[in-house]
């Protein structure tokens, strides 16, 4: 399983842009990027998910570069409901089995 | 459709004493897990079941059993519980290589 390293944590304000990189130089062919978003006191929750290239959703967007070696989530415009802690996961197609990092903690401030 | 549910919401126990923390999901999954979450860390895999029948250790399984009654339903069972397992228990399910979905949480104190 490839390991990955984010920033333990960050801060930003309210109404930034804010970009979260994750680092998975290990990552194999078959490995696809996950991330999650946890609030205190609450279960981990899918944000998004991508292959390489560039993915979006209503919430947020990742980026892969071409080597697939990090990938970077991107907020736009966070908000104070925003602070969390945000988990990136590098899954193997087809596995059955996830690890967690420790995360990166997200603190928006007014 | 209430999706993961896990009972009960915080249990205390002393050293010694057993429990076992159930955890359902209503959304045809096959696959379901266990994590452990101490307090500013991230999830560590305890058990996974990834189908029916079948159940699979994961980083940390030492001092935990589990049982995969049935599609809906995931038992995590600590035998002689620690100080070391306080902690609080996520337990999670998904259909195939797609997203988790993951419970409220079972916040235990092992005193």
């Known amino acids: 399983l490839a390991k990955t390293t984010q920033p333990i944590s960050m801060d930003s304000y309210e109404g930034q842009e804010v970009n979260i990189t994750c680092s998975h130089n290990n990552i194999a062919t078959n490995d696809y990027i996950t991330w999650y978003q946890q609030f205190p006191s609450q279960g981990p929750r899918f944000i998004i998910q991508g292959y390489k290239t560039k993915v979006t959703n209503e919430v947020a967007s990742l980026f892969i570069p071409a080597d697939r070696k990090s990938s970077t989530l991107s907020l736009p415009r966070v908000s104070l409901s925003d602070t969390a802690v945000y988990y990136c996961?590098?899954?193997?197609?087809?596995?059955?089995?996830?690890?967690f990092g420790t995360g990166t903690r997200l603190t928006v401030i007014p | 459709n209430a999706g993961v549910t896990q009972t009960p919401k915080f249990q205390v126990l002393k050293t010694g004493q057993s429990m076992t923390l159930q955890c359902a999901q209503d959304?045809?999954?096959?696959?379901m897990y266990w994590y452990r979450q101490d307090p500013g860390m991230g999830l560590r895999l305890i058990y996974y079941s990834a189908s029916e029948g079948t159940t699979d250790k994961g980083e940390v399984p030492n001092g935990y059993n589990v049982s995969r009654l049935n599609k809906r339903e995931f038992s995590l069972r600590l035998e002689s519980a620690a100080p070391s397992q306080t902690s609080v228990y996520f337990c999670?399910?998904?259909?195939?290589?797609?997203?988790?979905?993951f419970g409220p949480g079972t916040r235990l104190t092992v005193l």
């Open positions: 999670a399910s998904r259909l195939t290589s797609d997203t988790q979905y």
């Open positions: 959304m045809n999954h096959n696959s």
């Open positions: 996961l590098v899954v193997q197609t087809g596995a059955n089995n996830l690890f």
